[in-house]
């Protein structure tokens, strides 16, 4: 028998370092592997002139260097991959529909092409009015080109189903790791004791509400800290002046780190995970949040409450999340029962193996 082809498209590439979609391609890419799946991820690359080939983790991996930087760069990228990917063999899973308007292509050769439709992201504040266009036509362009759609949260499912028939989107989240222990040296070397600070893990953008966390934070002392994650720029940024500068003593930045052993320490050993993100599907963060066991305090909407579910506490603005920080941060019984919780979500929903099993039974049916 053949063994089943598969073509990964959408992310900068594998091994991943940048962000969810590449751990998520990670993650499928080496399950299938071991499933008998011979699979091809398509990675980015900053140096070189040539088009070339290697193999990870038996992952056959195509290098495409581009020149161009930021967004550009991401599209002549993903305009190349499609153009190797549709003068081979096999299934194409394209992550994300930034670029969706290239998957006329599979269209015109007859090639199968599932499509993650991820979040809604010309809704995002961040994006011009330029780039809110670009995405709301190729948001259109990927339901329309799709032979199938997979939203990664019943709400992106609900938002899709506006677009397009129901019997063209598959729900299935996205997946994290258990995490039971970890090394209390990492903490040490941030100057950070274990359950004695909580944790936000997001770009410094306003949709993320950062500012409205750290000013409900700095409004008195807690005796513990609020450990914020990512890359600030004090001088040419307004949003991060703001951010920086409504922070207390006990708010400390770190800035971005990308070592994901280190990041999962940090989450596992805070004694609250924080996450303000108002919009999007499942976000990759919040779920690696359920698997550290975290107690969870998040923006109150549609899309986080699915994911964390009624064990979490939840804010809308400022003042609401300080009264949360009031009620949480020095009660150990409601933080242990929403640890609970938090296990329980992520164990019933949102484990590897479930989400992977899933994503391989809707690839079978169109190989």
């Known amino acids: ?52 080939e290697d193999r990870w983790n038996d992952v056959r991996l195509v290098h495409i260097p581009v020149r161009q930087q930021g967004a550009c760069g991401t599209i ?26 290239f998957c006329a292509l599979y269209r015109l050769k007859g090639i199968a092409n599932l499509i993650n439709m991820d979040g809604i992201e010309w809704q995002r504040q961040k994006w011009s009015v330029l780039e809110r266009a670009w995405l709301y036509l190729n948001e259109r362009m990927g339901c329309w ?99 920086l500068d409504a922070a207390s003593d006990e708010v400390v930045f770190l800035g971005a780190i990308y070592d994901k052993q280190v990041v999962s320490v940090l989450r596992f050993h805070s004694l609250l995970y924080v996450h303000g993100h108002q919009v999007g599907g499942t976000n990759p963060s919040l779920v690696e949040a359920l698997g550290a066991g975290n107690p969870v305090l998040a923006h109150d909407n549609c899309f986080n409450r699915w994911v964390a579910g009624s064990g979490a506490q939840y804010f809308i603005d400022e003042q609401a999340c300080a009264e949360q920080f009031d ?27 479930k989400v992977l099993g899933e994503y391989e039974e809707l690839l079978k049916q169109w190989v």
């Not at 499928?28 to 008998?36: H, W």
Request: contains cysteine; proline residues 4%; aromatic residues 10%.
């Open 76 to 101: 002549v990228f993903d305009w190349i991959s499609t153009l190797h990917a549709a003068n081979e063999p096999g299934l194409v899973l394209t992550l994300g529909y930034n670029t969706a308007v």
């Open 1 to 52: 028998m053949t063994r089943p082809i598969l073509r990964i498209l959408g992310t900068r590439g594998i091994p991943a370092q940048h962000g969810g979609f590449e751990t998520f391609a990670e993650r499928l890419a080496l399950y299938l592997v071991g499933k008998g799946w011979g699979v091809t991820v398509y990675c980015q690359e900053d140096d070189g002139e040539q088009i070339f």
């Open 327 to 353: 009620l949480l941060l020095n009660n150990q019984t409601k933080l242990l029962q929403m640890q609970r919780e938090s296990i329980k979500r992520h164990e019933e929903i949102f484990t590897w193996e």
């Open 145 to 243: 080109l799709g032979n199938h759609l997979i939203a990664d949260h019943p709400e992106i499912k609900r938002h899709l189903v506006s677009r397009v028939s129901e019997s063209k989107i598959t729900m299935i989240p996205y997946g994290a790791d258990r995490i039971d222990v970890a090394d209390l040296a990492v903490t040490a070397q941030y100057g950070l004791m274990p359950s004695q600070y909580a944790l936000v893990i997001a770009r410094p953008e306003p949709e993320n509400s950062i500012l409205e966390i750290v000013l409900a934070f700095s409004r008195k002392s807690y005796g513990m800290k609020l450990v914020v994650l990512g890359q600030y720029d004090y001088e040419n940024i307004l949003y991060h002046r703001q951010v």
